[in-house]
T-cell receptor, first 114, second 111 residues
Framework: GAGVSQSPSNKVTEKGKDVELRCDPI?????LYWYRQRLGQGLEFLIY????????KSGLPSDRFSAERTGESVSTLTIQRTQQEDSAVYLC????????????FGPGTRLTVL | GENVEQHPSTLSVQEGDSAVIKCTYS??????FPWYKQELGKGPQLIID?????GEKKDQRIAVTLNKTAKHFSLHITETQPEDSAVYFC??????????FGAGTRLTVKP
């Protein structure tokens, strides 16, 4: 079956602009995660959605970052007034709601803020 | 919360040799320990995982061991090949929605 998909694969924007990144999770996966990965670094948790529960936003670095999810499908991560330090790969992952936390990752969106 | 430490940060081996990457975790309630391989320009791919009710799991050339008492787990790759070159991440999880990743190990296999 199809895996997690993300779009766009690359995004170049100017400082101060807003950007939207999209994630399509694996069908049937109710849990969805966003991570940030700076060049050569590990995975930094941003936000987690589980079904209709309130999302866990504890990893969002500032109020310029927000995310939404439509039901148990598509999610968008929005970064407002982008800064150069926002440049990174943004990864989305999904997992089933029951059992162990097996997360499956998308290919990521590489964001470059000029 | 959970804290995962991973060593070494870089590892270089000759083709055919074995590679071992070690991780420690802090929360004894963690019950799921996956390993991810990330190739350049791609998202992390799950390569093997182990659950807290077993001590060892093997899949062809890769194996993972878990020591719950010491709270550490390791990835073993035998007969390494150049295509094993990548960044490897360990992680520990207690519940759905709570996954902590190690900082990663860059493995280079020299032909």
């Amino acid at each position: 079956g199809a895996g997690v998909s993300q779009s766009p694969s690359n995004k170049v924007t100017e400082k101060g602009k807003d950007v939207e990144l999209r994630c399509d999770p694996i069908s049937g996966h109710t849990a969805l995660y966003w991570y940030r990965q700076r060049l050569g670094q590990g995975l930094e948790f941003l936000i987690y959605f589980q079904g209709n529960s309130a999302p866990d936003k504890s990893g969002l670095p500032s109020d310029r970052f927000s995310a939404e999810r439509t039901g148990e499908s598509v999610s968008t991560l929005t970064i407002q007034r982008t800064q150069q330090e926002d440049s990174a790969v943004y990864l989305c992952a999904s997992s089933a709601s029951s059992g162990y936390n097996e997360q499956f990752f998308g290919p990521g969106t590489r964001l470059t803020v000029l | 919360g959970e804290n995962v430490e991973q060593h070494p940060s870089t590892l270089s081996v000759q083709e055919g040799d074995s590679a071992v990457i070690k991780c420690t975790y802090s929360d004894s309630a963690s019950n799921y320990f996956p390993w991810y391989k990330q190739e350049l320009g791609k998202g992390p791919q799950l390569i093997i995982d182990i659950r807290s009710n077993v001590g060892e799991k093997k899949d062809q050339r890769i194996a993972v061991t878990l020591n719950k008492t010491a709270k550490h787990f390791s990835l073993h790759i035998t007969e390494t090949q150049p295509e094993d070159s990548a960044v490897y991440f360990c992680a520990a999880s207690i519940l759905i929605g709570d996954m902590r990743f190690g900082a990663g190990t860059r493995l280079t296999v020299k032909p």
